[in-house]
């Protein structure tokens, strides 16, 4: 038990996200729920407060605002620059004497050699970025009530519900990984009632269309980021259907009006192959989800994602019993833990790493970065890249000790590829053979000596010993 709860809380993504969606506020609502749900009574405010569904490749975070929805999306492979090298071939002339001065215990004077003559002088690595927002603005549902929104960890599907006069309105929404496209189906209990308008849109670099087809268009491209050329070319794609009613297209916005009910899938594809090569048409690629789902209906699409899900997520239960606590909303359970009674906390929490987990990484996606798949800015904190020197590795702690073994597949992965890149680094910077890693990557697998970092007199960007901890 100590074990499991040393792995539960010390997991990055844990902390990172768990915390975020666990401790909106909300007031008390005695309601019978799962015991795996993570439930409120208000709408997510800012993004740290909305919750995450994802696919290993697509995330999303859902804020459940009845007036203006937000669905905010990314992408795994949606990050700034391209393939580029960054190594700084000045360090082999200076090699042999930072070790001289390290044996004299000179370290101070070592440092001060590292900084001018290891660090690069080009980048330093490319933040993965937002691929923007899915909108959804219904004018007339100001004044609702009875509202709820939940994250149910057994289907992997967040809910919103609430009514408007007497009409009651539900959302839900999910990321199938068989499909490979976010699914959201928005209905009303009355017929005719829902009218909304959709758009998209991003911090920048993106245009936005739409088509008589009811479908809204954001093609993207990255950023340019420390004199590195953005060049990865995204296209989203957000295609509506209606049953009732009618879609109306006005220039970037989808008018919905007097539907009665409405499925909305989201895919999104980019030019990226790997981390040398960025050959794939990303309009076919996006254009090709949604057209191998022709033949599909939504509860078809639903249940192979749940199929798909729980092959995972039931391989393993995790019971330390109910109290009374346990049908209080989830901020309120937090804030009593400390002293009251709530193991079923404990058991949630623990399940919602290994949904994290499931969610953020699948064989053949890029591995879970510093925030999982969620990010909702062009330059997050740390750029939202891969810290190997310890914060890699965290995210993929839990994965055997909690039966989820094939998900360190993309981590495994990238330690394939940044092998390759390393030998290159340890010709260049250190004049030897085998390959090196210091403490920081990104999708373009740099392996140089990275930033001006202190840690005390040791430089922690020169850490030359990351490729045999990761």
């Not at 000179?106 to 691929?131: C, D, R, W």
């Not at 149910?152 to 009514?163: D, I, P, Q, S």
């Not at 606590?325 to 009674?341: C, M, S, W, Y």
């Not at 965290?394 to 360190?408: D, G, S, V």
Request: charged share 25%; proline share 3%.
């Amino acid at each position: 038990m100590k074990m499991l709860m040393n792995i539960i809380f010390r997991y990055r993504i844990f902390v990172l996200i768990g915390v975020f969606c666990l401790l909106s506020t909300f007031q008390v609502q005695s309601q019978e729920k799962s015991a795996l749900t993570l439930w409120y009574d208000k709408p997510a405010e800012k993004w740290v407060e909305a919750l995450p569904i994802g696919n290993g490749r697509l995330g999303a975070m859902v804020y459940g605002n009845p007036v203006e929805e937000v669905i905010q999306l990314n992408e795994n492979t949606v990050w700034a620059g391209q393939p580029n090298r960054n190594d700084n071939p000045e360090a082999k002339k200076y090699l042999s004497k930072v070790q001289e001065l390290l044996f004299e215990g000179k370290s101070g004077e070592a440092q001060e050699l590292v900084n001018q003559h290891f660090i690069s002088k080009t980048s330093h690595g490319m933040p993965y970025q937002t691929a923007g927002n899915l909108k959804l603005s219904f004018p007339d549902h100001q004044n609702y009530s009875d509202y709820y929104r939940e994250l149910n960890l057994e289907n992997a599907v967040t809910t919103t519900r609430y009514k408007v006069g007497e009409v009651g309105y539900e959302t839900q929404v999910f990321a199938s990984h068989p499909d490979q496209v976010i699914v959201v189906q928005i209905k009303a209990d009355k017929l005719g009632s829902l009218n909304f308008t959709a758009t998209m849109d991003r911090p920048e670099g993106a245009i936005i269309s739409t088509t008589d087809n009811g479908e809204l268009k954001l093609h993207g491209k990255t950023s340019d980021f420390e004199g590195v050329e953005g060049k990865i070319k995204f296209l989203a794609i957000t295609k509506i259907k209606n049953e009732g009613g009618e879609i109306i297209a006005e220039n970037d916005v989808l008018k919905i009006q007097n539907a009665d009910n409405v499925t909305i899938y989201i895919s999104i594809a980019s030019n990226f192959k790997n981390y040398k090569d960025l050959s794939i048409d990303e309009i076919e690629k996006a254009a090709g989800y949604l057209s191998a789902l022709k033949n599909k209906d939504q509860e078809k699409i639903y249940q192979t994602h749940l199929e798909d899900y729980q092959s995972y997520f039931n391989r393993v239960s995790f019971d330390l019993g109910q109290t009374a606590a346990a049908k209080l909303p989830t901020d309120e359970r937090i804030k009593n833990f400390k002293t009251g009674d709530d193991p079923a906390l404990v058991s949630l929490y623990f399940q919602f790493g290994r949904y994290l987990l499931i969610t953020s990484s699948r064989q053949g996606t890029q591995p879970a970065n510093l925030q999982g798949i969620w990010n909702d800015q062009l330059t997050p904190a740390w750029d939202s890249k891969y810290t190997v020197n310890i914060n890699a590795e965290m995210n993929y702690w839990p994965a055997e000790i909690t039966n989820l073994a094939e998900f360190h597949e993309p981590l495994i992965q990238m330690v394939k590829e940044l092998s390759e890149a390393g030998r290159e680094t340890a010709r260049e910077m250190y004049d030897a053979e085998g390959w090196v890693m210091h403490h920081n990557t990104d999708i373009w697998r740099m392996t140089k000596c990275n930033r001006r970092l202190l840690l005390g007199n040791v430089a922690y960007g020169w850490s030359v010993a990351v490729s045999a901890l990761i």
